[in-house]
């Protein structure tokens, strides 16, 4: 199990480095840099100003030693500062992580409190009516944006029944209560949407499971039809389940970009979408490598998970 962990972790590397490459890359592809951001509203900055402020920020160096310094300073554990207010980004992501976090689990509660019990039902009543409504719950999910979804709430239970905050964040050390209220709209704007790709996902899991042979066997012994469900078929089915939810959290982590910026969260997604409109090289950098990471190391918890729930599972 361990040598099969640092054999995952190895082969981890290579691929981060490939993500740090494109995304360095591709922001210095975008036209114009932090220097004409700063400066673009005042016209009266002189073009040898400019030049002297690339120099100060190292923009006149050849991109290959741009990356190689910045990648020999990250392989060191630092990220760099940002640009535009000389703040290091180690500094601030770990202010902001903990925010888009706490999004994510919060948003994978709401999905799979929904998605796990429609998905059993669906199953269970293939081709009547609650399957036929559960469905259509699953496309509508699949069709409407977060970020939609996330305005249409808001206009809903903020602006009209004035129950819930339309927007703002409050951290868990100062109030619990008014934290969890503040990320209950923004959750579930993630999470319904994450609910209806599990839920066809149980469905399909659920009745190819349900078709064993085991199955039967276990109901012809005369076991109750919940234990039938619950505790033979769904652990089975929960297997590729939880495949998805392992991608699906690096999706949560990049797609709350536009949910954060909704409902001014201030996570790492909005964090990272300031530093691309002003060409804050190092804060992108530094949002990309984390949510990455985070990403790896979601993947490597859910191979662990596989072997709890199937001990027939091994990993040499």
Known sequence: ????????????????????????????????DVVTQLVGIDGNVSAERMDEMRRMFGLDLPIHEQFGQWL?????GDLGSSLRTSRPILQDLALRFPVTLELTILSLIVALLIAIPLGVVAALYRGKTADSIISIFALLGLSIPGFFLGILLILLFSLKLGLLPPAGYIPMQESLGQNLIHMILPSVSLGLVLAAAITRIVRSSMLEILGRDYIRTARAKGLAEHNVTYRHALRNALIPVITVIGLQFGSLLGGAIIIEQVFSLPGVGRFALEGINLRDYPVVQGAVIVIAASFIVVNLLVDLIYSLIDPRIRYG
């Open 72 to 76: 020999g300073a990250a392989l060191q």
């Open 1 to 32: 199990m361990i040598f099969y962990f640092l054999r995952q972790l190895f082969l981890a590397i290579p691929a981060l480095f490939g993500v740090l490459i494109i995304t360095f890359l591709l922001m210095r592809a975008v036209p114009g």
